[in-house]
């Protein structure tokens, strides 16, 4: 490919919406173009790349037995009527009705499309177990698509689902993909942790995500050296608190216009962990509950959602007409009435501080049991770094991390039973199929990729997904060194190698600048000076070194370095 002819249209300055590096890069390097909110269009260059990473995904599912094939974007509404996630979904879910007036949704996801397709087709124990997956455009109709490829409402995904018999043979399939989805990580050249998660609108009872480690990550991560990994919606610990003050004898304290857990610490003089936030809310059938963390920890969204239902904190109005005081509420005293829960990691502490349900005024010495009854111990907070490691005891670790891939182990119950999908066992009676899901965001790994790979002056791609792995640059406009560079090109391009060949007639500086921007693994100079002396110059992009190459040598040398790159 000649750089003259080739479709990336480059951007000199930031573009002023893009906040992560890779939405700044991908639209500066001429990858990528808005197209509206969330839609954007792959060039020639992104497109080369996610066509690597998409035969990277299909090497590691072909080579563990799963079965490519397509199904529709549009699919009916009452398949997800079936498995009751048109409503669960919410709002996300692109519907559309067609001249007939019949509803489609734009598909997600597929669990319900590949449910039914098996329900038709796979009758005995002895066709399982099969997984088939697809590469496919997805939409989700997101309330604020951003970040570029991060967050978008159109993105291109590779799901996967197997039907087994049993779940040991579940188990086995499901292993199979952590081990494809880890090489798939590797190879693309991400550093990525297998985190236990939360499944979500999916089911299941067993999910882990492979999250790319980058700053600008959705997701918050902890982890440990012993292996141990979470995302902080589905990390449990029991964390470490202090005692409050005192000598465990219940006394009222006045706290003066002191609201704050930092506020109440410093006029105690103790760690923030000593001290026990209280946050009152009204869980999904409407009652009143006061839920208690650690102070210096926070109340987990998720745990939270799974335990109270549809829960709210309570408004103004709430704690007014529940006789409670926003800054003040604690256990001791609490009206009646209001159900009390309370982090397990609190089990064992006899020395609360604590609101004292009265404006301006503060517990020290509460003792459950003794001064106040817990209805119910559970794990409500988000883990943290520094907590403990539940497997090891060791310290957390912590970071930011980007979704890439999960599996998850559904079962039986959220789709095969719900739309009676079964098989016949070996004693001829109807059973559910034992169902697990995974998904690879492919472009959501491209965008992954730039931000673990680049650098002040633009993209650093791995070899193996790079638009190009070598480029060649000529120095001069014509002559003898033109045409140097350009039968390099194409005696690299002969060898199996991807190559563009910079041929434009523009100033070195702004060859340089954009062979780094667009960030091609190897930058093959040619020039007239190097030509005397039997030379030519390699830059490789990743850190910058710069080394002459005999001429003669040169095609072999790069094709080496190249094909061990390749992974």
Known sequence: MKMSNLYAPTLKEDPAEAELASHRLLLRAGMIRKVAAGLYSYLPLAWRSIRKIEAICRDEMDAIGAQEMMAPILTPAELWEESGRIGAYGPELMRLEDRHDRTFCLGPTHEETFTDLVRNELRSYKQLPVTLYHIQDKFRDELRPRFGLMRSREFIMKDAYSFSATQESLQEVYEDMKGAYARYCERCGLKALPVAADSGEIGGDSSIEYMALAEAGEASLVWCDCGFAADDEAASTTVVVSEGPGDGTLEKVHTPGLGTIEAVAAFFGFPENGTRKSLALIDGDGEPVVAIVPGDHELNDIKASKLFGDYHLMSDEELEQFGLHKGFIGPVGLPAGIRLVCDESLKSSTRWACGANEVDYHYT???????????????????????????????????????????FQIGTEKYAAKMGATFADENGREQPFYMGCYGIGISRTLAAIVEQHHDDDGIVWPVSVAPYEVSVIALDKKGEAFDAAADLADQLAAAGIDVVFDDRKERPGVKFADNDLMGFPYQLIVGKRGLQNGTVELKVRADGTREDLVLDGAIADLVARVERERR
């Open 365 to 407: 010495g509460a003792c459950p049991d003794r001064d106040f009854a817990v209805d119910m111990w559970s794990d409500l907070v988000t883990v943290k770094p520094g907590d403990p490691c539940p497997h090891c005891g060791k310290i957390l670790h912590g970071g930011r991390g980007i979704e890439c891939g999960q599996v």
